[in-house]
């Protein structure tokens, strides 16, 4: 235990000392608040410009619409309507055309450039439908202007109406992410380590003094502290950013009590999630550093062991829709697909209790598997240079072992 804990304090510091472990740690939380407060700001700012920004329109369907002078202004013809929108005193122009009630088209010129700053859909179709129904009675007229007001209410199994919140699929998938995002980079930084120490014949002074085992565990062991030192500093930023910018966020994210949306339940079943996660992959990753020749060739290699777990977002789509329809559930079942996909259903819908543990069971059970099928090879083909084992040779090793 000794050697074991002084590779992975190895490791660990080493790789916390790393640029690029400190840009992703500090650098995606303070680019994610610039994005955050570019948006808010532009979103505010374009708001009161299409708001702000009369529409003129020329009528000829004699239907008789009607501009207030403020936000909409009637003209004659189209040359004065063409003068005023080239003056900047109206942002677009609407030319309502005889055959309007035939085909519904109306004409929108804007001046070049100014196609997205300018063109206030909601103001136009609000002068549009009010003009339609300006002779029917007030109360009528007021809920063909104003949609419907759509309040969706979810029950649970036993008919009891629990809370509803996009936050909750949002917020869900973007722990997955992120801990997906954690994993990979710990996992790749262990591999990287494996690779260059095999590269500068390093390896070799290590093996003398400690087993093959005891070294691919120290190195898990230390790379597996950098991704909780990455979890617990993004926690950190989160806490201070939420207390510093706390108007804001709430005002997006509304009156939701956090334990609704991610409940010490749901954090439990996210660490077991993270910790099967972390083992399967930086295992499996630490085999691959251990058979490749070149830091390129196991990025190649490693493009294999990361696709499947992104497989989710290839059907988020599906997922929204049908969160416990096949797709869902096999992608929650397969072992390399597990981690994101569950994190990802838990969110949007109530995954029952025995899938969950089907799901935590068939993972670890994977990760047992994988951890000795990689300290075999690792073992193994770490010493081996310049030619990768082929697969016939790594299946002799396994059936020797």
């Not at 955050?36 to 000829?60: E, H, K, R």
């Not at 009590?257 to 910790?275: G, Q």
């Amino acid at each position: 235990m000794a050697d074991i804990f002084k590779v992975a304090k190895r490791d660990y510091l080493e790789n916390v000392k790393r640029k690029s472990f400190l840009y992703v740690v500090f650098g995606l939380p303070l680019l994610m608040g610039i994005i955050f407060a570019v948006q808010a700001s532009f979103g505010s700012q374009m708001t009161s410009l299409q708001f702000n920004t009369p529409v003129g329109f020329v009528d000829a369907s004699g239907l008789g619409f009607q501009g207030n002078g403020n936000t909409t202004i009637g003209y004659a013809t189209v040359g004065d309507a063409k003068a005023a929108l080239l003056s900047e005193k109206v942002g677009s122009v609407m030319l309502v055309g005889p055959d309007y009630l035939a085909n519904g088209t109306v004409t929108v010129m804007v001046r070049e450039g100014d196609l997205t700053r300018t063109l206030n859909d909601k103001a136009m179709q609000a002068f549009l439908v009010g003009g339609l129904v300006k002779d029917l009675p007030p109360d009528v007229r007021a809920r063909i202007q104003n949609p419907p007001a759509m309040r969706t209410i979810e029950l649970d199994a036993s008919g009891n109406v629990v809370q509803s919140n996009l936050m909750k699929s949002i917020i869900a998938t973007g722990v997955g992410l992120l801990l997906l995002l954690t994993i990979f980079m710990s996992s790749s930084f262990l591999m990287q380590s494996v690779v260059e120490e095999k590269e500068n014949r390093v390896i070799e002074i290590l093996l003398s003094s400690i087993s093959a085992r005891d070294l691919m565990a120290g190195k898990i062991i230390g790379n597996g502290a950098l991704s909780l030192t990455q979890i617990i500093a993004w926690l950190l930023i989160s806490v201070a950013g939420i207390a510093y910018f706390g108007g804001p966020v709430m005002s997006l994210v509304g009156t939701i009590n956090p334990l609704e949306i991610i409940s010490p339940e749901m954090l439990a079943v996210y660490l077991l999630y993270f910790i099967g996660g972390f083992l399967l992959y930086s295992s499996l990753l630490a085999c691959i550093g251990s058979i490749s020749t070149s830091m390129r060739e196991s990025s190649q290699i490693s493009a294999i062991v990361v696709l499947p777990a992104a497989a989710p977002l290839w059907f988020i789509t599906v997922f929204m829709v049908e969160p416990n329809g096949q797709i869902a559930q096999f992608l929650s079942l397969f072992p390399f697909s597990a981690p994101l996909s569950m994190i990802m259903r838990m969110g949007m819908t109530a995954v029952p209790a025995a899938e969950i543990a089907a799901s935590l069971a068939m993972l670890f059970l994977t990760v047992v598997l994988a951890v000795w099928v990689s300290a075999k090879l690792f073992r193994a083909t770490i010493l081996m240079y310049g030619q990768r084992p082929g697969i016939a040779q790594m299946i002799s090793i396994l059936r020797q072992a």
